[in-house]
């Protein structure tokens, strides 16, 4: 439904039935608008960052554990886990998970099914395999993130982990 232009209305004259839908169809449409905005519809950002100087932290045999630690402010599903080479890598595979826990000492289990991976073969590129096991976070919960595997000659990636409200 688009905004409607109502006709010219002169004080003192009467509204007609014309305009009046029409200012009542605008507020509609407006209403409408704003709940297609609301935190609802919209995509929550739960990790998004760019690791820089990878080599120094870790190499292709080695992993790093608990680099980003995340409570939940609110229920939300997961939808998207995503890495990116940055710099074309020459040759390896990059790959992390995301586990969850309910309390920070807890127990963490991973939340995928298929690990966000992708094979380094020189050029800067973005993972598209991630598959969830889990994907309901309740508030409270706990997200640990883990960089598992990291190709020869890493020098920069960026993670992403997105959701929706629950």
Do not use: C
Request: without cysteine; negative net charge.
């Amino acid at each position: 439904m688009a905004y409607s232009t109502p006709n010219s209305i002169i004080v003192g004259d009467p509204v007609k039935k014309d305009n009046y839908d029409k200012l009542k169809n605008n507020s509609i449409n407006h209403e409408t608008r704003i709940a297609a905005l609301e935190v609802g519809a919209a995509s929550i950002v739960i990790i998004d960052t760019n690791i820089h100087n990878l080599g120094q932290y870790v190499n292709s045999s080695s992993t790093l554990e608990g680099m980003i630690h995340y409570q939940a402010k609110q229920d939300v599903t997961l939808s998207g886990a995503i890495i990116s080479d940055l710099t074309g890598a020459a040759s390896g595979t990059f790959e992390f998970d995301i586990l969850k826990a309910t309390a920070i000492g807890g127990v963490y289990t991973t939340v995928f099914s298929t690990l966000p991976s992708l094979t380094a073969d020189g050029s800067s590129k973005e993972s598209i395999n991630a598959a969830f096991s889990v994907t309901s976070v309740s508030a409270g919960d706990w997200l640990r993130f883990d960089i598992t595997s990291v190709a020869v000659t890493a020098k920069s990636i960026n993670v992403s982990l997105t959701a929706s409200a629950a």
